[in-house]
Structures are given as C-alpha cells and as structure tokens.
C-alpha cells in the first residue's frame, strides 16, 4: 500500500483555528531526529540514494511499504499499541518535514472515506473547474459524467472522485481539492449532526484502516470542531504550485518549510505600544 495523501491537521486546542499542511508523495529527502528509529536507517533522510523504493516522481508515499516490508524491527511495540511499523515510519518522517509533534494518526481506506461523509449526510463543496469522473487516458467526448462548476451537494463516492480524480491535472491540483473537502469536513461536523448521525458515524469508522484517537477524546473534538467552524483555514502546500511558500519537492529545505508552519501556526505577536 502506498499513502498517496498525506496530511497534517494542526488544530490549537484554545481557538480552534485549524491549518492543513499538505505533502506530495514525491517529496524527498524527509528527515528524521535522531531519536526515530528512522534516524539509525537514514541519517540523510528518505532519499533515491539510499531508500529502495524511493524514485524521482514518488518519494514520501512510499515511507510506508518500505517499513512494513523491509524495515518492521524498527518499530517492534507498533503492533501492540494499535499501530503499525508503517504508520510509526510516516509519522516520524510527517514530524521530520514539519517540526510539529503529532500525537494522533487515522489511516483511511476510500471506502471509508466514502462511508464516512455518506453518514456525515455529504459535503457541500464549490467546484471552481469542471471535474472528470473517468480514467486520465479517456477522451474528453466519452467522459460519462462530470463534476460540474458552482456549489454541489457531493455523495461519499463523488466527493471522494472529486479528490482523486487524475483527468487532466496533476498531484499539486489533486492536493487542493483534498484540502478543500478536509476544509468542508470541518465546516460541517458539529455536535447537531454527529449527534443526530451517530450510529452511521460508528459504522463508518469501523471501515478506518487504523487509528490512535481514543473514543474518550471524541466529544472534545466535536466540540473543538464547533469553534473551528468560525475561522477561516489556514492551507499550506509543499508543492511548486504553493501561494505561500512554493516547495521544489527534490529539493525541499526543511529548515525554510518548518520555520513557515511554526509562524503560521503560533504568529507572533505584536507588542502592544506604550502609552505615556
């Protein structure tokens, strides 16, 4: 399996203000502490150098087969705490890139992701370029259906085509409608509808591959949601295509990319000017 999405939803606990930092699968060079098991395999990084499934067009997304396949000693408790070696390997290489600490993971299936916004009762979502449901290779006139530009009530399935859709985009483009529908997920989760939906809700979260977030923490996040519903998210991007702090994926500098998030998620504060 390769994790061809691969996000980290930063969320302060206080304001609710949430930001969505969003890595390609073809990043290179993801560095790990020296307290990572990782660390003792790549002191480097995760490089085409010295990572044998890492290759110029995909990188980062294959962390995870490389661990589960090659690598499962360097995680020997994963298993056992509800994990996996895969999982851990991302979330210290996800650490690595960003600076943060990342307490908590969910691995999802598509079908879960389907399930799961078909019990949130769909997304609202504005389309702002017309989206293919179909294979890249297919011609324009025989495309059988279309997500249309304007507001649209999107299903599970369609949203989930919507995300993934490889029709005349790239990577970086299919990045952006993720972190759109993460945008519309938060938008929309409150406390009426996960309390009206709460049995389709558990059903669909049994189709989670695997998560750390304990039950006991699920209130505190629905509530959390409910404050992160009034501000505006913020998105960052590593990709070359970024508004904000444009990313060449062979060639990340990581010291430049953690100081960006560190001052996007705790801006400093202006000091307040003396009165005589």
């Known amino acids: 399996m390769r994790t061809d999405t691969i996000q980290v939803v930063s969320v302060n606990a206080e304001s609710g203000q949430a930001t969505i930092i969003g890595m390609p699968r073809d990043l290179h060079d993801a560095p790990f502490s020296d307290g990572s098991p990782m660390w003792s395999l790549y002191p480097n990084g995760y490089t085409e150098y010295d990572a044998d499934f890492c290759v110029e067009f995909a990188c980062l997304n294959t962390i995870y087969t490389d661990i589960e396949l090659n690598h499962p000693e360097l995680y020997p408790d994963a298993v056992a705490s509800g994990s996996s070696p895969g999982i851990e390997a991302v979330r210290d290489a996800a650490e690595g890139i960003t600076g943060l600490t990342i307490p908590y993971f969910a691995l999802i299936d598509m079908q879960g992701a389907v399930d799961l916004i078909d019990a949130l009762g769909g997304l609202d979502v504005t389309v702002t370029e017309r989206v293919a449901i179909a294979e890249p290779d ?63 809700i558990m059903d669909a979260g049994t189709q989670l591959v695997r998560t750390n977030i304990p039950r006991s923490m699920f209130s505190h996040f629905i509530t959390l949601a409910a404050k992160t519903r009034e501000l505006p998210v913020i998105h960052i991007e590593l990709t070359p295509e970024s508004d904000t702090i444009p990313t060449d994926p062979l060639y990340p500098d990581y010291a430049t990319i953690q100081a960006f998030i560190q001052s996007a998620i705790h801006p400093p504060v202006e000091a307040t000017p003396e009165t005589s």
């Open 138 to 200: 297919t011609a324009a006139e025989d495309v059988e259906a279309w997500i249309e530009v304007g507001p649209q009530h999107m299903d599970g399935f369609t949203a989930i085509m919507y995300a993934r859709s490889r029709w005349d985009n790239t990577d970086y483009t299919r990045m952006q409608r993720q972190q759109q529908l993460q945008e519309a997920l938060l938008q929309q989760i409150n406390p009426a509808n996960v309390v009206t939906k709460f049995s389709e």
